[in-house]
């Protein structure tokens, strides 16, 4: 099995959630919240973590709406996402994370922790929600998940 480093990310306004995986890229943990402060500041925090962990691949979840397209969040998180992948010089690739906040935020409640006090807690498993299913899809003989017109390249950012 080849090794993988990727970083999963729950892009928000004011917090992102950031998840790594294994280096069998089976399991992914959640590491920890960036509380948004500036794009180069952002930078800054995810240069210092995609280097220590030699990080191959941004994985981004993407906010479809319910009926499947792409609205207003999702275009916002794809342009921070393809500015993220052109400064630290790494491909991107998304995964829909519909309702991967709400998972978290049951997965808070089990533990019985208030989910208004832990809102960078459930930003950081809804990271790595994401980043899992990533792994799951890539994992699977299925066809990989589709992005609708968006080839993500460096070069186009």
Known sequence: ???????????????????????????????????RASF?????????????REVQI????????????????ARKVQKFAR?????????VEYTDERLTSVEAEELIKTEKRSLSENKALIDRKAAALILQQWLDERRSPKQPFNHPSDSDSIIDC
């Open 1 to 35: 099995m080849q090794k993988i480093s990727a970083l999963g990310l729950d892009v928000g306004s004011k917090r992102i959630g950031v998840a790594g995986c294994d280096g069998t890229g089976l399991i992914s943990t959640g590491l920890f919240t960036i509380e």
């Open 40 to 52: 180069e500041e952002d930078v800054a925090q995810l240069r210092e973590l995609v280097e220590q």
């Open 58 to 73: 941004l994985v981004v979840g993407l906010p479809y709406t319910m009926d499947g397209t792409l609205g207003h969040q």
């Open 83 to 91: 500015r993220l992948g052109f400064a630290l010089q790494l491909p």
